[in-house]
DNA sequence: AAGACGAAAGTGGTTGA
DNA sequence: TCAACAACTTTCGTCTT
């Protein structure tokens, strides 16, 4: 009986004895105390190979698991093509030719409609999320939503980059990544107010829960934008926790707040920016900087930035 | 001259009758 | 379906630095 002992990083005891000495029997897949014989755990499945590699060779040639399985392939990317490019046909004998030409024909052709479909939306979203440095796991997110979309048949009467637009915009948001309608519509090409419509409808007909965005997911995000400092960051962070505390964000669009906290905070650590540059990056006007600023000054004491009558008395005289 | 401020009018979307 | 409404934008004149 081969019995396999992992010293490493097992720093389990037994619960009976105490002993650290515990055993790994993968024959029977239990784990063993070697000095009380307890069994600690039973049908453990053995995850290492049970193949050694001596060159990168034979790797390749033993390895029998492919790539991971993504929802953000339209095939999931498991895939079987008859004759990959045309060289592999040309392997086989002459006689066989003819008849994998035929079916490599009609593999294209019996690919139906639906999976075109989502082979092409798939390849937007790539190309929506690599433009937005969204992680894989949002796309992922966002194609599974699409492919929900695409089964309950929503996608009958609006584009489909639409579709794909708004399944992103719900990923985003859901994975707390949010990126605001504008920046969606700035690499789909299409108005932002398509987007949020076909988003409203996905999250009604899905039953996503919609929930406002925190402005907190933005300001990192804005932030590195501005060139401003974690310290700046750490700050913005502290006056939106006040301010949610105070009511002053909700009701407010969440980018306008975040940007109104922003500016003040780069004001508090000296890291001054204009009402233009902040409003830029979060993608709204100066007003809605000032009137989120005003609100929260208002309700909230800036020991730094009252110290301002002084200055005016100063230039007066 | 550039930035900040604020008033006024306009826009797109939600809500409630 | 319509009107009321809040948030936000656009535009513009004024003040401050």
Partial sequence: MALV???????????????ESLMKDFTRG??????????????????SQEWREFDSGDANKRRRAGAPISLARHDKGISTEIGMGFSDIF?????????????????????????RNLKYALAELKRYTSQLNL??????????????AVAKELVRGRSMESV?????YTACREHGTPRTLDEIADVANIPKREIGRTFRFLARQLGIRILPTDPADYIPRFASQLNLSG????????????????????????????????????????EKKTQREVADVAGVTEVTIRNRYKELTKQMRFKELEEKPVIIEATIK
């Fill in 164 to 168: 794909v637009a708004a399944s992103l």
């Fill in 231 to 270: 310290i700046t960051v750490t700050k913005s962070l502290e006056i939106l926790k006040k301010a949610k505390e105070l009511e002053l964000s909700s009701g407010r669009g969440p980018t306008g707040v975040a940007a109104a906290v922003l500016y003040i905070a780069a004001q508090l650590t000296g």
């Fill in 30 to 47: 239990e784990l063993v105390c070697k000095k009380c014989g307890a069994v600690l755990e039973e049908n453990m499945i053995d995850f």
């Fill in 91 to 115: 392997k086989l004998p002459p006689k066989l030719r003819p008849k994998f030409l035929r079916l490599k024909k009609w593999q294209q052709r019996i690919s139906t409609a639906t999976e």
């Fill in 5 to 19: 002992v992992h010293s490493s990083g097992d720093t389990k005891k037994c619960p009976k004895c105490n002993s």
């Fill in 135 to 148: 992680p894989p796991g949002v796309e992922e997110a966002a194609a599974l939503v699409y492919r929900r």
